[in-house]
């Protein structure tokens, strides 16, 4: 004699626990996919959002403007691109290297180091560097004269100076004669 | 005598420090790289100031893929006459050219030995698009990615327009808009007929 499942403490038969579990997995999944559906949809983007991407741009029409200040037509459109992409959910990065891929390197605030842009990063601080050693050899050749006397005391214990010293020089020829 | 002794003194007060030798390959590495970078600046500022490629000049070959993905390169037009018009959705001076230029294209399209290829500088796509529906352009356009045709011509704004003969040289140039279609006929018949 077989026993009764519910009376051995099970809530469902096996065969509907079966249903149940799917009926679960159903739901989960409805619910997920109308999360990714409402996560694609266009969401608003705020101008400020456009001119953080905007302002590492350029346009290579208006030069030395940033795009998130540039007035003209071609970077108001390039602003709306931006928009657009934003509200499509590509980030920052993603957008900028669109950009690149559709303008050339021209269109970055901060060209990237490679070929002869290395020069834009590698020029400066030597030149500082050189300009440092330069005035570190200066200062040294002013003060060698300085240095190159040995301190001599005073006849009277009193600090000697240069001018001292060759005070006291003259006085002591001047006597012997 | 007693200049002497005082000279003597001076000598004596004063003594210049012996001369360091200073290490000659530093000297002559920051000079070479001084050289090169002037060098490197000299020859960048005369491609700046070159301005556009001259009349006669081989005329610079770049790939142009169309809005609608066709693939043109100029170097497979030789034996044909070419005209590269450079325009921009933004530009209001290329409308004025824009439905003459349609017009000459129409004319000469079937002829078969004229190709008009149409260059779309610093744009968005969904306004260039509509630029070229606006004006019902038919002949093949695509943007200048990456600024590659722009530069290659040096162009210093739109539209500019550039005629290349069959040979592959540059045989004219039109800074600016066209004024009217007899204006563009005038200057292609010449490079057709030669």
């Not at chain 1, 109308?34 to 001119?51: F, L």
């Not at chain 1, 390197?105 to 990063?121: C, E, F, I, K, M």
């Not at chain 1, 003060?143 to 005073?154: E, G, Y």
Request: proline share 8%; with cysteine; charged share 20%.
């Amino acid at each position: 004699m077989r026993a009764n499942p519910i009376s051995r403490g099970r809530l469902f038969p096996a065969h509907k626990l079966w249903l149940v579990a799917l009926l679960a997995l159903a739901a989960v999944l409805s619910v997920t996919i109308v999360a990714v559906a409402q996560d694609s949809t266009p969401r608003p983007v705020t101008d400020d959002q456009v001119n953080a991407v905007a302002r590492g741009l350029y346009c290579p029409v208006c030069e030395n403007i940033p795009l998130d200040v540039c007035p003209t037509t071609a970077c108001a459109q390039w602003r709306e691109l931006i928009r657009v992409k934003l509200a499509q959910g590509w980030t920052g990065v993603q957008i900028k290297q669109y950009f690149v891929d559709q303008y050339g390197d021209r269109v970055l605030a901060t060209p990237p180091a490679r070929g002869l842009n290395w020069l834009v990063y590698v020029v400066p601080p030597a030149a500082i560097l050189a300009g440092v050693y330069i005035l570190y050899r200066a200062f040294q050749t002013w003060r060698k004269p300085v240095l190159a006397i040995p301190p001599v005391a005073s006849t009277q214990g009193e600090p000697t100076t240069i001018d001292n010293q060759y005070i006291v020089r003259i006085e002591e020829e001047l006597k012997k004669r | 005598m007693e200049n002497q002794t005082t000279s003597n003194l001076s000598d004596a007060v004063v003594q210049e420090a012996p001369p360091r030798s200073r290490p000659r390959w530093g000297r002559v590495l920051a000079w070479v790289a001084l050289m090169t970078l002037l060098v490197i600046v000299f020859l960048q500022l005369r491609r700046t100031q070159e301005g556009p490629v001259q009349v006669g000049q081989a005329a610079p070959i770049f790939p142009l893929t169309t809005f609608d993905g066709q693939n043109y390169n100029l170097a497979d037009l030789k034996g044909k006459v070419v005209v590269v018009n450079f325009w921009a959705s933004w530009c209001k001076p290329c409308e004025q050219e824009a439905a003459d230029l349609e017009s000459a294209w129409q004319f000469y399209k079937p002829r078969g030995d004229v190709v008009f290829l149409g260059v779309d500088y610093v744009d968005t796509e969904p306004e260039a698009k509509a630029y070229l529906q606006k004006f019902n352009i038919t002949y093949p356009n695509g943007p200048d990615l990456r600024g590659r045709a722009s530069q290659a011509y040096r162009i210093g704004g739109v539209p500019e327009t550039y005629i290349i003969d069959r040979n592959g040289k540059l045989a004219y140039v039109q800074i600016g808009p066209f004024s009217s279609l007899s204006n563009i006929r005038a200057v292609i018949d010449p490079v057709v007929g030669k």
